[in-house]
């Protein structure tokens, strides 16, 4: 069996610049994606045409829109690269500019070239799940998404503040504080299985 060997963060994306190049359909899906999750992400998209969706999505949340073809200089400052061109030579270039610049790629529909894939996520307030199958199925990743988002209680937000709350009440190290919250929450899960 094949191992899922990715490793799971979550970015400041907000903290960070990112480059998506393509304005076609997966660029729209790309850019929707990261805003959706992301808002305040700070996000320039390069390509010579541009979807109006794209446009109206990208005026609401501050995008920057360059219509050009790519030039390795867009690279300059970036974190994160996203390349969606219709022409696979221009996505595996841009995809050899980044590496050696050092900066993590996403090449769309693309494994091979790819440093991270963009999963499913699921967010219900400050409770955040990311969805990953190694880049093997979108399609599963929706549907896992979905799945999470129907059973995952809209309120599990206020719970999560709650046990905020609680924790700071407790004096001493990290540890005691960690036991102290796996005592309280075992009785909500014992509690839960009786139900």
Same mark, same amino acid.
């Given at each position: 069996?094949?191992?899922?060997? &990715? ?38 998209? #390069? ?7 794209? &446009?109206? =999505?990208?005026?609401?949340? $501050? ?7 790519? $030039? ?6 970036? $974190? ?10 221009? !996505?595996?270039?841009?995809? $050899? ?8 790629? !996403? ?18 307030? !400050? #409770? ?11 399609? #599963? ?40 919250? !796996?005592?309280?929450?075992?009785? =909500? ?7």
């Amino acid at each position: 069996m094949e191992k899922n060997e &990715l490793y799971p963060i979550f970015l400041k994306v907000s903290n960070l610049k990112i480059l998506i190049v393509g304005g076609g359909n997966v660029g729209l899906e790309k850019l929707s994606f990261l805003l959706k999750s992301s808002p305040n992400a700070k996000v320039q998209m #390069v390509a010579t045409t541009f979807l109006g969706e794209t &446009l109206d =999505l990208a005026e609401k949340h $501050h995008v920057e829109i360059t219509k050009s073809e790519y $030039h390795k200089e867009y690279l300059a400052g970036k $974190h994160m690269v996203v390349a969606c061109t219709d022409k696979t030579n221009v !996505n595996e270039q841009i995809y $050899h500019d980044c590496r050696a610049q050092g900066i993590l790629v !996403n090449v769309a529909d693309n494994p091979p070239f790819c440093d991270f894939y963009m999963g499913g996520i699921v967010t219900k307030g !400050n #409770v955040k799940i990311a969805i990953s199958t190694n880049g093997k199925s979108p399609t #599963v990743a929706k549907r896992l998404r979905q799945f999470f988002e129907d059973v995952i209680p809209d309120n599990i937000d206020d719970l999560v503040k709650n046990l905020n709350e609680y924790r700071k009440t407790f004096k001493g190290d990290f540890d005691e504080k960690v036991e102290a919250l !796996n005592e309280f929450t075992k009785s =909500l899960v014992k509690k839960k299985k009786e139900d």
